[in-house]
């Protein structure tokens, strides 16, 4: 009868100090047998054996990935959940701003005059040859397609209506709208996120200064100046622009257009489009702060919520053009 070896024992008496690093060596030298009563420590250092140890023996489970149907579920399940908190998170966020709003308005000296000021110059003023050549072409294109087609019928010179009705109801907004979700959404969630990635943020919190109040606020109130104007330009850029193809295309002069104009198209289409210009301003504002408020600590977290700024902003801009078209033309307007 074979007699048993004696089992190994460890002498670690003399050691003070054991890390979890020293602990997985010992284990892993040792071999598959180790049994942590084979050593002899400190009460500390066997403690903290005993649990590498037992993390050492245990094997990692392998997950398998949903296939089929049960994949399907489970991602629409997660999109609703991960809706929800969107929506959770898109609601705290507007009652904040609606608070230092409420706080501004008692008190106006709480607002930052100087950062609205150089914010409604970068978000306004230096938008405006983008926003004007755009709209400008875009009412070249309406007036050339107007025309065009007209023409079959002899009415071109309806063409003026779809141009002045087209521009000053529609494209003026949408346009100017659009434009700034890429340009003005995109780079308040990317100085934002930056300021959260340096942890600014967090340090003007710590200095008791409300980030709302100094960040979110001034790019709210500057959208909310600028963009009217802006509308504004890109009506008067777009009618330029139809008038440009009527006049070298149906040889339609600049006083009969605008007469036209005056006359078949009138002033309420313009105030329907202008009257559009405060939600837009406030949806580009909050969906650009807010996704940079969200940024996390790592550069690709600013990347994905820059993107997410823009994506959203614009379709937001569709969806809120569109409720604006039905709720009109059940006003009859």
């Known amino acids: 009868m074979l007699e048993r070896e004696p089992a190994q024992r460890f002498d670690l008496t003399g050691v003070e100090r054991l890390d979890t690093a020293g602990a997985f060596a010992l284990v892993r030298a040792a071999g598959d047998g180790f049994d942590p009563e084979q050593v002899t420590a400190r009460p500390e250092s066997e403690r903290l054996i005993g649990l590498v140890t037992e993390a050492a023996r245990k094997k990692p489970k392998v997950k398998r990935e949903p296939r089929g149907w049960h994949e399907m579920t489970v991602r629409i399940g997660k999109g609703v959940v991960s809706t929800g908190y969107d929506a959770f998170d898109t609601l705290v966020f507007a009652g904040h701003l609606l608070i230092v709003f409420g706080k501004s308005l008692v008190n106006p000296a709480r607002i ?11 978000a306004g003023l230096d938008a405006i040859p983008i926003v004007a050549t755009t709209s400008f072409f875009i009412g070249a ?98 009618l330029v622009g139809g008038l440009a193809v009527t006049w070298s295309v149906l040889d339609i002069g600049p006083n009969f257009f605008f007469q036209r104009i005056l006359e078949y198209v009138g002033p309420t289409h313009f105030w329907v489009g202008l009257s559009k210009a405060p939600v837009m301003a406030a949806v580009i504002a909050g969906v650009g702060c807010r996704q940079g408020m969200e940024v996390g600590g790592d550069v690709e977290s600013l990347g994905r919520r820059v993107t997410a700024a823009v994506v959203h902003a614009i379709f937001a801009i569709i969806m809120i053009d569109a409720a604006f078209a039905l709720l009109y033309m059940e006003l009859d307007i």
């Open 112 to 122: 930052r005059w100087a950062s609205v000021f150089s914010l409604a110059e970068r």
């Open 141 to 238: 294109v309406v007036g050339l397609l107007g025309a065009n087609m007209l023409r079959e019928f002899g009415a071109q010179v309806f063409a003026v209506e779809l141009i002045g009705i087209a521009v000053l109801r529609e494209f003026n907004i949408l346009i100017t709208a659009i434009l700034l979700a890429g340009r003005s959404a995109s780079a308040f969630a990317a100085e934002i996120g930056s300021m959260k990635m340096n942890q600014e943020v967090d340090a003007m919190r710590v200095l008791g200064v409300d980030p709302f109040e100094a960040l979110v606020f001034p790019r709210f109130m500057a959208l909310l100046v600028t963009i009217p104007l802006l509308t504004f330009v890109a009506t008067l850029a777009g």
